[in-house]
């Protein structure tokens, strides 16, 4: 009932921009902490950028300065603003979202995590 879907990955040549964008659609009541997160072949997922619902944000080190992380509560919708890219930050790219709502149409109303496809980010050297 609640959907997560990412947008705006790429291909993108090294010191490009990209910028993905999340919506959140469905059975929700509010949504508390957003964030985006990254894995690369090989590895495991990891923390890119996180929001809470009043705005405070956090970053990987590795992206600090480089990517701006921005919500609109009233659209439940994320972005990730992707400046100098890196041939290291290729990764898929997934958001994730800590909310109320209902996982079912007639399920109780309570607080998850949900994430979503994810969107393919390459940065070519």
């Known amino acids: 009932q609640v959907q997560l879907v990412e947008s705006g990955g790429g291909l993108v040549q090294a010191g490009g921009s990209l910028r993905l964008s999340c919506a959140a659609s469905g059975s929700i009541f509010s949504i508390n902490a957003m964030g985006w997160y990254r894995q690369a072949p090989g590895k495991q997922r990891e923390l890119v950028a996180s929001i809470t619902s009043d705005g405070s944000t956090n970053y990987a080190d590795s992206v600090r300065g480089r990517f701006t992380i921005s919500r609109d509560n009233a659209k439940n919708t994320m972005d990730l603003q992707m400046n100098s890219l890196k041939p290291e930050d290729t990764a898929v790219y997934y958001c994730?979202?800590?909310?109320?709502?209902?996982?079912?149409?007639?399920?109780?109303?309570?607080?998850?995590?949900?994430w979503g496809q994810g969107t393919q980010v390459t940065v070519s050297s």
């Open positions: 994730k979202a800590r909310l109320w709502g209902r996982e079912r149409a007639a399920g109780p109303l309570r607080l998850f995590e949900t």
